[in-house]
C-alpha cells in the first residue's frame, strides 16, 4: 500500500513539474503584439549607435597606441625598490619517467626479489 502510495505521488509531482515547464515555454504571440504597437524612436537610436560606436573605436585606437609603445613580456622580472629581484621562495621540481634511465641497486630482500621477479 506505501508503495503505490509513493509512486503516485511521484507520479503526480513529475506531471506538476512538466506542467510547469510547459507553460513557461508559452507561444511569443502576446509579447510581439505588445512591442510592434509602441514602435521606438529610430533616429534617436541610431544616433546613440554612431557615438557609442566613435567612442569604442578611439578607445580601440588608444589601447593599441599603448600596447604598440610598451611590448609585452610575458618574463618579466619583477623587482624590489633597490633593483634586486625579488624571490617568491619557489620549489624545484624536477620531471623524471620511470622507463628511462638506468636501474637502481636493490636496497633490501624485497626489491632484490622483485628484479629477479
Same mark, same amino acid.
Given at each position: 500500500?506505501?508503495?503505490?502510495?509513493?509512486?503516485?505521488?511521484?507520479?503526480?509531482? +513529475?506531471?506538476?513539474?512538466?506542467?510547469?515547464?510547459?507553460?513557461?515555454?508559452?507561444?511569443?504571440?502576446?509579447?510581439?503584439?505588445?512591442?510592434? +504597437?509602441? #514602435? &521606438?524612436?529610430?533616429?534617436?537610436?541610431?544616433?546613440?549607435?554612431?557615438?557609442?560606436?566613435?567612442?569604442?573605436?578611439?578607445?580601440?585606437?588608444?589601447?593599441?597606441? #599603448? +600596447?604598440?609603445? $610598451? #611590448?609585452?613580456? &610575458?618574463?618579466?622580472?619583477?623587482?624590489? $625598490?633597490?633593483?634586486?629581484?625579488?624571490?617568491?621562495?619557489?620549489? $624545484?621540481?624536477?620531471?623524471?619517467?620511470?622507463?628511462?634511465?638506468?636501474?637502481? #641497486?636493490?636496497?633490501?630482500?624485497?626489491?632484490?626479489?622483485?628484479? $629477479?621477479?
Amino acid at each position: 500500500m506505501r508503495k503505490s502510495f509513493s509512486t503516485k505521488a511521484t507520479a503526480a509531482i +513529475t506531471m506538476a513539474a512538466m506542467l510547469a515547464s510547459m507553460t513557461a515555454c508559452g507561444s511569443s504571440e502576446a509579447t510581439t503584439a505588445d512591442t510592434t +504597437t509602441a #514602435e &521606438p524612436d529610430t533616429t534617436t537610436v541610431a544616433e546613440e549607435t554612431t557615438a557609442t560606436t566613435a567612442e569604442s573605436t578611439e578607445a580601440a585606437e588608444e589601447t593599441a597606441e #599603448e +600596447t604598440a609603445s $610598451d #611590448e609585452y613580456d &610575458p618574463y618579466q622580472v619583477i623587482t624590489d $625598490d633597490s633593483g634586486n629581484p625579488i624571490d617568491l621562495g619557489g620549489m $624545484d621540481i624536477i620531471i623524471r619517467d620511470w622507463w628511462s634511465g638506468e636501474e637502481a #641497486e636493490p636496497q633490501n630482500d624485497y626489491e632484490e626479489a622483485l628484479r $629477479d621477479y
